[in-house]
C-alpha cells in the first residue's frame, strides 16, 4: 500500500506521469492479484509460515471480505488473521490505484477491478470490524477472525487505529474514530503506557513502559486539540536524551533508556508534523 499511496501523492503533487511505466503498473496489478488472493486466503493462497501464531496455516478464521494477513505492521505475528488498520489503509491504497489505473494508465479494467476491492473491503471492516466497548460505545478492533474474536488494543506502527485519519479512511472527526482514539489511549489498551516523563502507545515489539515517539506524533497528527497537540510536543522533547533523535521508543519513566538509536521513520514523520501539523486537525491544511 505504501508504493501506491507514494506515487499517487507524487503524481497529485507534480503532476508527473514519467514514472508511471509499463513496469510500475505491472507492479500495480501483481499488488492487487495479492490482495484479492489473499481476501480469499483459505481457497486461493498458497501462503504459510511456521512464524504464523497458531502454526503452519495460522490461526482459525472465517471469511469475511476483509484481507488476511499473519502478521502487523510491526512484524509481529497477529493474533487474529483481519488487522483492522492494515485493511483501512488498502480501502485508501486501492482507491488511490484506481484513480492512477483510470486517469493515467487508461486502463478502466484494472480500474474498477481496484476499486470495487475497496468496496467489499471497507464494507467487511464496518460489519465485522467494530464492536461495542462499555463506557466507549462502538470502537474499531485491532484485529478479528470473523469468528465473533476481536482483540481491542492499538500498536505503535503505521497503520493503526490511531492513524485511521492521517492514511485516509475516515474523517477525524467521526464518532466510532473519537470513540477508539479513547479507548486506545487509556490504560483499556495493553500497550499503554503513562510514566512520569511521557504516556502514549507502544508496542509487542518493545519492552513494557515503553512508548513510541512514531505514535505519539501520530496523535499529535490526528488531534483536535491544541493543548493536547502541546502536550504530546513536550513528551518527544523530553525523550531527546541529547543526540537530537527520536528513537523506536523511550521508557516512560527514564527516556535514557531506549531502544534503535538510529530509526528514521519518527524523525522523517515529525518533520511532517513541524512542518504543517502542530495545530490541530481540523486547522490543518489538506486535512481530510
Do not use: C
Request: hydrophobic share 35%; net charge negative; no cysteine.
Amino acid at each position: 500500500m505504501y508504493p501506491v499511496q507514494l506515487t499517487f501523492r507524487y503524481w497529485r503533487t507534480y503532476r508527473d506521469t514519467s514514472i508511471f511505466t509499463p513496469l510500475l503498473q505491472r507492479a500495480f496489478e501483481l499488488a492487487l492479484r495479492v490482495l484479492r488472493t489473499e481476501q480469499h486466503h483459505a481457497t486461493r493462497s498458497k501462503y504459510r509460515s511456521t512464524s504464523l501464531l497458531g502454526g503452519n496455516d495460522g490461526m482459525p478464521f472465517a471469511y469475511t471480505g476483509m484481507i488476511w494477513t499473519g502478521f502487523r505492521p510491526s512484524d509481529d505475528p497477529a493474533q487474529f488473521p483481519y488487522n483492522i488498520p492494515q485493511n483501512m489503509f488498502a480501502v485508501g491504497a486501492l482507491r488511490q490505484l484506481s484513480d492512477i489505473e483510470r486517469h493515467v494508465y487508461h486502463n478502466d479494467r484494472l480500474a474498477n477491478e481496484a476499486w470495487d476491492l475497496s468496496v467489499e473491503v471497507e464494507d467487511a471492516i464496518e460489519r465485522y470490524g467494530v464492536v461495542f466497548v462499555p463506557g466507549f460505545g462502538r470502537i474499531y478492533a485491532y484485529e478479528v477472525d470473523g469468528l465473533g474474536h476481536a482483540n481491542l488494543m492499538d500498536d505503535a506502527n503505521v497503520p493503526s487505529l490511531l492513524s485511521a485519519p492521517y492514511i485516509g479512511y475516515l474523517d477525524v472527526h467521526d464518532p466510532i474514530y473519537q470513540a477508539t482514539r479513547r479507548f486506545i489511549l487509556s490504560p483499556k489498551d495493553p500497550y499503554y503506557f503513562s510514566g512520569k516523563y511521557a504516556s502514549g502507545i507502544g508496542s509487542a515489539h518493545t519492552p513494557r513502559n515503553y512508548v513510541w515517539p512514531l505514535s505519539l506524533i501520530m496523535e499529535a497528527l490526528t488531534s483536535t486539540s491544541s493543548s493536547e497537540t502541546e502536550r504530546v510536543l513536550g513528551y518527544l522533547a523530553a525523550s531527546d536524551t541529547g543526540d537530537n533523535e527520536l528513537h523506536e521508543s523511550f521508557d516512560v519513566n527514564d527516556p535514557e533508556h531506549f531502544t534503535r538509536k538510529d530509526f528514521a521513520w519518527p524523525n522523517a514523520l515529525f518533520t511532517e508534523l513541524a512542518r504543517d501539523g502542530s495545530w490541530p486537525a481540523e486547522e490543518r491544511p489538506g486535512q481530510r
